[in-house]
């Protein structure tokens, strides 16, 4: 299994960037994925997750109306559309995938560790 992550760069101040993950050897058809970060000197952050089989989707506060995550089951391909970024959305992304569907509604997928693959992770930079 393998999930490489994709888009990233850097930006401007209230720009916008679209990362995408693709899933390798892995079907997410019903399952939990979801897009971490982790900035220099601080932990892991849960950012947004996705029931890849009924769509629903979960969000950590700080990107809430800012931040969409969509799946591409046909693609297996995960997306995270941002938005009106700000410095503080510097970070390294990863997607992770294969956590339970129960992860996702209990809000439990931001710990991260119920996700069994992870991706090397792509760099987003907000200046």
């Known amino acids: 299994v393998q999930l490489v992550e994709s888009g990233g760069g850097s930006v401007q101040v209230g720009g916008s960037l679209n990362l995408s993950c693709a899933a390798a050897?892995?079907?997410?058809?019903?399952?939990?994925m979801g897009w971490f970060r982790q900035a220099p000197g601080q932990e892991r952050e849960g950012v947004a997750a996705?029931?890849?089989?009924?769509?629903?989707?979960f969000y950590t506060d700080s990107v809430k109306g800012r931040f969409t995550i969509s799946v591409d089951n046909a693609k297996n391909t995960v997306y995270l559309q941002m938005t009106n970024l700000n410095p503080e959305d510097t970070a390294m992304y990863y997607c992770a995938a294969d956590a339970s569907v129960y992860d996702c509604y209990s809000f439990s997928w931001r710990r991260g560790d119920q996700f069994g693959y992870w991706g090397q992770g792509t760099q987003v930079t907000v200046s």
């Open positions: 996705i029931s890849s089989g009924d769509g629903s989707t």
């Open positions: 050897g892995y079907s997410h058809s019903s399952n939990c």
